[in-house]
């Protein structure tokens, strides 16, 4: 409460409404399962459409499990770009992976006899890494200049030398240094790489560039070249952009323009493809690193500039640098990495993944856990190979399930196993009970833009898009049903009423194609025995108003448990369950037919105030899908009154 110590008029701020509570979004996916490319640990990042995941994942080519020459469907991309066509607009996804370290690298020497090298390597495992990188080495004009004169008097230092200055050139940048005045040098205009050392003079009190190809470290300099020494003339900057290949049919090649050699230069290779780097955005976005135990940018740039150039093979790279005709294309040079693997198809441990104790950074399902915006949980692909694994792709579904129970505000998008029949479907869905979590059969045929042909993928992700876009578009409230499959082209199976009629009762929700109303959608049943909680809506309903709740009632927290809080609390969510009526999410045709909310004496006893427990009582009337709409017509009588 505010003190008033002096007389004078005090004015304050009060607020005579209700602490308001906003809805959730019920309609953000997280997926888990393999990808060619990208982080396997630490936090899943957004995605807002299929070409961010495409940028950081590596695209929809085919994988190529370990131990095997057969490709396999990438079943996590199909799944995530079959999400965003059928209208999700965010999603979170936790790459997998199974082997050793599994990146491309190529290693590139100074010489036969120079021990100097700079490695090229991938910075995540995956086939995807196994592509061309291009180098193309830049030369700039003469950067060298005499500082303006002083009283029409050549500027000079303290001892009568003429200042000279690089114009343009910073600390840590390489030149390529040349002495066009002397007749004998050896060949005539040969130039030497340098970095621009920038250094405080302590007799001229100011500071000044000069040229080194030491270490950085050594104090005094060994080496290092004045600017007024005269025995050069020209001063050209040394640059060099780096292209990426594309990783898949559908990627686009990445290029990085004009980056510097030395390590301390903050546009340097060392930097931009820094290794075992802490920015997030580096490892989700730069593909490649690039190491060295050198330590400046002069011997890094020679290693690089003694590789043979692309158009041809017979010159290297410092060659062309003499030559004033010679361009790009002439300084270009190229190095393929190898070594690259998608590692063994991933087992029920990796979909898990790691807590984080050894080294902070989770992976699978539990990094998912730390992202409070998923409120739908699929893993595409992982039942793709039940006929020979059976025991692990149950552990899979297991582990989808306990995540969505552990988390509470998640429901588990269940794929079936290919190639099942109903009666397998059926024993399939029998070892499984859940109220968080709803299974899907059979799997859909759509058009693979990769192999240019009909594919079979696993249903979860265009069911994880259809919740989205139902959510968006009706409410979450409504039953994700009776939804057209954008991308289908037809299903596994064509199944028919009767076959439906087998399924629906177990809660395996069917796919069907309907004439003139196309591929949909049919069915909306959760896995769960308790027939309170059999419709996925409704699940999913009470999330979404659980977890609204739980958010717009923080301010609760600590605050004194009476009468006033209690009214407080009563008021807040009876304006949010009203405002849910208002906009028909609720049965009834008046408010207090719809819900109730009450938090007094009568729903605490005096143990729970003592021990600092306020207990609030809500019911809620909800919808429930009209799954079977039935008319009953019977013969009228003309003369009969109605």
Known sequence: MPEYLAPGVYVEETSFRPKSIEGVSTSTAGFVGPARYGPIEGAPELLTSFADFERIYGGLDALVFDGSDDEVVNYLAQGVRSFFEEGGKRCYVARIYDGDDGRASATLAAGSLDPRSVTVRARHPGRAGEVPVRFTVRIGPNVLANEPPVNNAPAVDGQGRPLRTLRGAGDGDVVWVRDLTSPISNPPGAGTLYWVDRYFDDVDRRYRLRLRRDDPANDPPTGAVELWDDSFSEVRMVTVSVTVSAMGKLSEARTWENLGFHPGNRSGLGRVFEPDTDSRKTELFVPLEIASDLTNGAEIAEVLLNQPTLADPSRTVVDTLNDPRSGDAARTFQVLLRGGSDGTRPEADEYEGNDGASNGHKSGLRALEDVDDISIVAAPGSTADFDENATDVNAILRLLIGHAERMQYRIAVLDSAPGQLVSEVSDYRGQLDSKYAALYYPWIRLFDPISENEILV????????????????????????????????????????????VLNPEGINAFRFFEGRGYRLWGARTISSDSEWKYVNLRRYFIYLEKSIEKGTQFAVFENNGPRLWNNITRTIDGFLFNEFANGRLFGTRAQEAYFVRCDRSTMTQNDLDNGRLVCLIGVSALRPAEFVIFRIGQWTADRRA
Do not use: T
Request: negative net charge; without cysteine.
């Open 458 to 501: 696993p249903p979860s992700g265009s069911v994880a898009g259809i919740y989205a876009r139902n959510d968006i578009e009706n409410g979450v409230h409504k039953a994700p049903a009776n939804e057209v499959v954008r991308q289908a082209l037809g299903f596994e199976f064509a199944l028919s009423k009767g076959q439906q009629d």
